[in-house]
């Protein structure tokens, strides 16, 4: 009796030093693996990278590259694991990004998006000036009567806007849908392979005399 | 505990794949026909373990287990881990195929180094208290040295041994406490109802080598 209490008593005691020790580096990551997702928002791509559900990645390592493998820039995940850069002309030119976060300890993750995502954007972004710059006043001749004119380009600028506000949200949330934990099925799965496993070692061992 | 994709160099990656597989081949030439269905029972555990995530203050840590496997199983560790993790990797994502062998070799050394620590303690003390020493003793070893393998090769990343060693130690430690009981009740509710499991661990490296 003497040798549990004194063991319990024992494994209170370095309970109770653990969870002061894990108070005080709270922020030390405890996961399997890092997720990271990004996403377009507006002019710029907004980057999340968790551990878990309300677990973010506080002051990780983003890089970001380009199609060739080239580091375009860098920068740390704030507070709430969020990072997001200015769309860079890398990207105008035809390229797709790769987004690296490095959480420290081993944990890695990377996240793509491909060049056909910014084709919406690119275009639009570079006609703009030059659309603002010429044909806005000679249209403004043309038709003096008219409240507002617009110009096919601008119409399309403003859409876009107004759809990029809407489409934000979705995209976000489309690209957290792909970075969500083990299924029910994934582990049920994992479990009838490691049976059969076990099934087949019987099977061959028994044949062995 | 499972280091990412991308992380290590490929000599460091190459070195853990050939000790891997060494462990691998000394579990499987030690592993007897009896004890076939106690290594796939450790590897279902093993797999599910890290999805268990055990609150401790205000974090959560996920359990690992290898401690508890090592103690059961001895060498066979080895190829229970390799299954587990090769299931993780396909499933879940935690780890990665390439990091496979050193994921193997940190968790599943680790694991046989406690059962050589649990045996220790076993034949110096006899009895009750020694098997519930030991058993504590196997399981927190487990993970602690899980961790430092794991910092092992962290070591030549940019991030280095101290760092990685220090960090993942202290996010480790109350999982040590709780791996360190999980192992003590397993191994003592064993003992009582099939007591011949344990048995058969111990006979099993004087009749093999």
């Known amino acids: 009796m003497t040798t549990i209490s004194f063991l319990s008593r024992r494994a209170c005691r370095a309970v109770a030093l653990s969870v002061a020790l894990l108070l005080f580096c709270a922020d030390v990551a405890l996961a399997h693996r890092v997720n990271i997702f990004a996403w377009l928002e507006g002019d710029s791509v907004a980057v999340e990278c ?12 983003i890089t970001v590259f380009d199609d060739t493998g080239a580091e ?3 920068g740390t995940t704030d507070a709430d694991g969020r990072f997001s850069f200015p769309v860079s002309q890398v990207v105008r030119k035809g390229h797709g990004l790769r987004i690296r976060i490095n959480a420290g300890e081993g944990h890695q ?6 060049a056909a995502e910014f084709a919406g954007l690119a275009p639009a972004v570079v006609t703009a000036p030059t659309a603002a710059a010429a044909p806005v006043p000679a249209r403004t001749d043309a038709q003096p009567e008219q409240l507002v004119s617009l110009t096919r380009e601008e119409l399309a600028a403003i859409v876009n806007g107004a759809l990029e506000r809407q489409l934000a949200p979705l995209r976000r949330e489309l690209a957290a849908r792909s ?19 076990v099934g087949m070692g019987l099977y061959f061992a028994r044949r062995r005399p | 505990m499972h280091i990412a994709e991308g992380v290590l160099s490929p000599a460091v990656l190459g070195a853990g794949a050939v000790l891997a597989v060494a462990g691998t081949a000394l579990g499987l030439r030690r592993l007897e026909y009896d004890r076939l269905i106690g290594v796939g029972i450790l590897s279902a555990a093993f797999f599910v373990g890290s999805l268990i995530h055990v609150p401790i203050g205000l974090a959560s840590a996920h359990l690992v287990l290898n401690g508890l496997v ?3 199983l001895g060498w066979a560790a080895f190829p229970s881990i390799l299954a587990a993790l090769l299931l993780q990797a396909l499933l879940f994502q935690f780890g990665g195929i390439t990091v496979l062998g050193v994921n193997t070799f940190t968790m599943g050394f680790a694991g046989v180094l406690s059962w050589y620590v ?9 009895g009750t208290t020694g098997l519930r020493v030991a058993a504590f003793c196997g399981g927190a070893l487990g993970v602690a040295l899980a961790a430092v393998l794991t910092a092992l090769a962290l070591a030549f990343t940019d991030e280095g041994f101290q760092t990685a060693a220090g960090l993942l130690l202290g996010a480790h430690a109350p999982i040590m406490v709780v791996e360190g009981l999980i192992t ?3 191994v003592s509710f064993i003992a009582r109802v099939r007591p011949e499991m344990l048995r058969m661990t111990h006979a099993d490296t004087p009749r093999s080598c």
């Open chain 2, 118 to 126: 649990y045996r220790g303690i076993r034949r110096l003390v006899p």
């Open chain 1, 50 to 61: 968790s551990f878990r559900r309300n677990a973010p990645v506080k002051g990780g390592t």
């Open chain 2, 70 to 72: 090592g103690v059961l």
């Open chain 1, 109 to 114: 993750n990377e996240w793509r998006m491909d």
């Open chain 1, 72 to 74: 375009v820039l860098r």
């Open chain 2, 184 to 186: 003590m009740f397993t």
């Open chain 1, 179 to 197: 970075e969500e934990g083990p299924r029910l099925q994934d582990i049920v799965g994992g479990l009838g392979w490691i049976m059969g496993l």
